[in-house]
């Protein structure tokens, strides 16, 4: 199983990004995808994440609002289409997925991913 990630740079505040990430070897139909982020000296934090069968949705509140997660059930993609972009998003942003679909409390939870990206770094220039 392969997770990549892509779409990060260098964005001015209040511009917008959409990152990408493309599942292979395998699909996530029955699972969760979700993305989190790590800034230096900070510990990694979930932004977003999705199930994949009937599309229910977790946002950091930091970023509800800004931040959209969806799926492309055809292409085993998921993406963030992210807005309002500030220097406080800067971070690598990594995807991850799990084979089983996630209860709407847990969709956060790092260590319940077992699959992760390699991370793209976006960075937001004040």
């Known amino acids: 199983v392969q997770l990549q990630a892509s779409g990060g740079g260098l964005v001015q505040a209040g511009g917008s990004l959409r990152l990408s990430c493309a599942a292979s070897?395998?699909?996530?139909?029955?699972?969760?995808m979700g993305w989190f982020r790590q800034a230096p000296g900070k510990e990694r934090e979930c932004v977003a994440a999705?199930?994949?069968?009937?599309?229910?949705?977790y946002y950091q509140d930091a970023v509800k609002g800004r931040f959209t997660i969806s799926r492309d059930r055809a292409k085993n993609t998921v993406y963030l289409q992210m807005s309002g972009l500030n220097p406080e998003d800067t971070a690598v942003y990594y995807c991850a997925a799990r084979d089983g679909a996630l209860i709407s409390t847990m969709l956060q939870v790092s260590r319940l991913y077992p699959y992760w990206g390699q991370g793209t770094l976006v960075t937001v220039s004040s």
């Open positions: 999705i199930r994949w069968g009937d599309g229910k949705t």
């Open positions: 070897g395998r699909t996530f139909s029955g699972g969760t």
